[in-house]
């Protein structure tokens, strides 16, 4: 049974709950799951240009207290920054959910520095901190979607 769920950075409870910034300077982050079973979870996380690239596969081993990571589909640029915040990202929602996680993190780098208000390094963390609280979040609000 396939399950699908939706969602973005800017209609998440914990953005507008945690965050004091103008919701028009933060860029818009969509992110889409797919549930395979009871083992298995696909994860988009993008923006406007919905491209599919910097694809992971992440999976928890009984040999390892790291789950593994592989790439399997990189940007044409191959912007190495994207494809390893995939395989990170998919890490720890495979170690978290405890099952198969392929990941796709699509968001555009410039995007990633568009609040004039951070330092350029302050921002991509910031982002990416925003980035990863909304989908833990929303693991915890919808968990069935997981």
């Known amino acids: 049974m396939l399950t699908f769920h939706k969602w973005s950075l800017h209609?998440?409870?914990?953005?507008?709950?945690n965050t004091n910034n103008n919701p028009?300077?933060?860029p818009n982050i969509y992110f889409h799951t797919i549930?395979?079973?009871?083992?298995?979870?696909?994860?988009w996380i993008g923006d406007s240009e919905q491209?599919?690239?910097n694809v992971s596969c992440s999976m928890q081993t009984p040999f390892s207290a790291t789950p593994l990571a592989t790439d399997i589909l990189l940007a044409k640029e191959n912007d190495v920054d994207s494809s390893s915040l995939s395989s990170d990202l998919g890490a720890k929602?495979?170690?978290?959910?405890?099952?198969?996680v392929i990941l796709s993190f699509n968001v555009n780098k410039s995007?990633?520095?568009?609040?004039?208000?951070?330092?350029?390094?302050d921002y991509d963390?910031?982002?990416?901190?925003?980035i990863n609280r909304c989908l833990f979040d929303e693991i915890k609000m919808n968990p069935n979607f997981f």
């Open 51 to 53: 491209k599919l690239e």
């Open 111 to 121: 995007l990633l520095k568009t609040v004039d208000k951070l330092a350029d390094n």
């Open 11 to 17: 209609k998440s409870h914990s953005f507008e709950a």
């Open 93 to 100: 929602l495979a170690k978290k959910l405890n099952k198969q």
């Open 24 to 26: 028009n300077t933060i």
């Open 35 to 43: 549930k395979f079973s009871t083992n298995s979870l696909y994860v």
């Open 125 to 130: 963390s910031f982002m990416l901190n925003l």
